[in-house]
Nanobody, 124 residues
Framework: VQLQASGGGLVQPGGSLRLSCAASGSTLQNLNIGWFRQAPGKEREFVAAIFRTSTRHYADSVKGRFTISRDGAKNTVYLQMNSLKLEDTAVYYC???????????????????WGQGTLVTVSS
């Protein structure tokens, strides 16, 4: 399975971006996909995840602002980011967890495949 993240860029505070995670080699509809981010000098942190059951889970820091969704026809998972803040600046990664469960959704080492990151910069 290969994951390709895209959609990052420069946006002003309060703005929006939509990140995409496209998969090849497998069908995303049947997979658990998570988004993580890593800011300079900080550890990678969980952002959001969508399970094969369509259950969604969000970090408290993005709840109400970010939405994770899946388009089966395009084999793509999206992360819609609204009301962006300066502290959302980071490299964002999508990842696949084959046997992911809710209690471990925030743990990066529980994910099996990672895409390359896409940089999101929130700046005025």
């Amino acid at each position: 399975v290969q994951l390709q993240a895209s959609g990052g860029g420069l946006v002003q505070p309060g703005g929006s971006l939509r990140l995409s995670c496209a998969a090849s080699g497998s069908t995303l509809q049947n997979l658990n996909i998570g988004w993580f981010r890593q800011a300079p000098g900080k550890e990678r942190e969980f952002v959001a995840a969508i399970f094969r059951t369509s259950t969604r889970h969000y970090a408290d820091s993005v709840k109400g602002r970010f939405t994770i969704s899946r388009d089966g026809a395009k084999n793509t998972v999206y992360l819609q980011m609204n009301s962006l803040k300066l502290e959302d600046t980071a490299v964002y990664y999508c990842a696949l967890g084959e046997r992911l469960i809710l209690s471990s959704v925030t743990i990066a080492r529980m994910y099996d495949y990672w895409g390359q990151g896409t940089l999101v910069t929130v700046s005025s």
